[in-house]
């Protein structure tokens, strides 16, 4: 998730700075290509991962009987289908492309509908799906245990107390990362969204170079927001880079 936030702010950099510095450069088909495809690329790939950290803990709650959903080969596979379809889902726009960089409407719109409307959809399931699982199965345990008569009453209460510790633990772990995804997801939609919804519309009518300015630097503000984040959400970054800074004076 750090690794592809980092790339994608590199990345927009770049493509910002040749953009409106050395706008040369995109006159060369090559270079167009390559530069907007790793724009488009990164850009799936950010919110690829967002939805992809909530599909890994939707596997490790709902099968954690299984035991293929608590190993590093599942979060492994998280990983790897989230770049495998970045870059795939990315190469529809490759060679679309006229003699002045520029692309065709239906280019922005695809890429809009990937990163807001289907990733928004995919990650709204999933959470739904986990919490309704999480609030039925709380249920069922109770359920389970008050129909067990035979224990003495102490022993019930004793082992229903411990149960419920032990899953209360594991709950509000994930429920505070899902919705700390959620919070982020958020925060991607809003920042991107109104630049995305001006890309579609820049290709039909001029855009002033304030607005284009104001929705870039407010798309970046959010990117600034999720790396913070991350950051604050991130304990052990936090003691560790506390750690090296104070112990540098």
């Not at 690829?48 to 890994?56: C, E, P, Q, R």
């Not at 309704?132 to 109770?142: C, N, P």
Request: hydrophobic share 50%; proline share 1%.
């Amino acid at each position: 998730m750090s690794l592809t936030i980092l790339c994608f702010g590199i990345i927009h950099t770049i493509y910002f700075t040749v953009r409106f510095h050395y706008t040369k450069v995109l006159l060369s088909n090559f270079s167009c290509n390559l530069i907007t495809y790793l724009r488009v690329m990164i850009t799936f790939q950010l919110a690829f991962a967002l939805i992809m950290v909530s599909i890994y803990i939707f596997g490790y709650v709902l099968y954690h009987q299984k035991a293929f959903f608590k190993t590093k080969k599942w979060f492994i596979l998280c990983i790897v289908c989230q770049w495998i379809m970045g870059i795939a889902l990315a190469t529809v726009i490759i060679s679309k492309n006229d003699s002045n960089c520029s692309y065709p409407r239906w280019v922005s719109i695809y890429t809009m509908v990937i990163t807001v409307v289907v990733c928004s959809l995919i990650s709204l399931l999933v959470n739904v799906r986990l919490f309704i699982y999480g609030h039925f199965s709380f249920h069922r345990m109770l359920l389970n245990t008050s129909f067990n008569r035979i224990e003495p009453i102490q022993s019930i209460v004793l082992n229903l107390d411990n149960r419920l510790n032990n899953r209360i633990r594991v709950n509000q772990r994930h429920v505070r990362l899902l919705k700390h995804m959620i919070y982020m997801f958020l925060i991607f939609v809003i920042g991107w969204g109104p630049f995305s919804i001006l890309m579609i519309v820049n290709s039909n009518m001029e855009v002033s170079t304030f607005t284009y300015g104001f929705f870039g630097i407010w798309a970046e503000i959010s990117l600034v927001c999720l790396i913070i984040s991350m950051f604050i959400y991130n304990n052990k970054l936090r003691q560790y880079l506390a750690e090296k800074i104070f112990h540098g004076f």
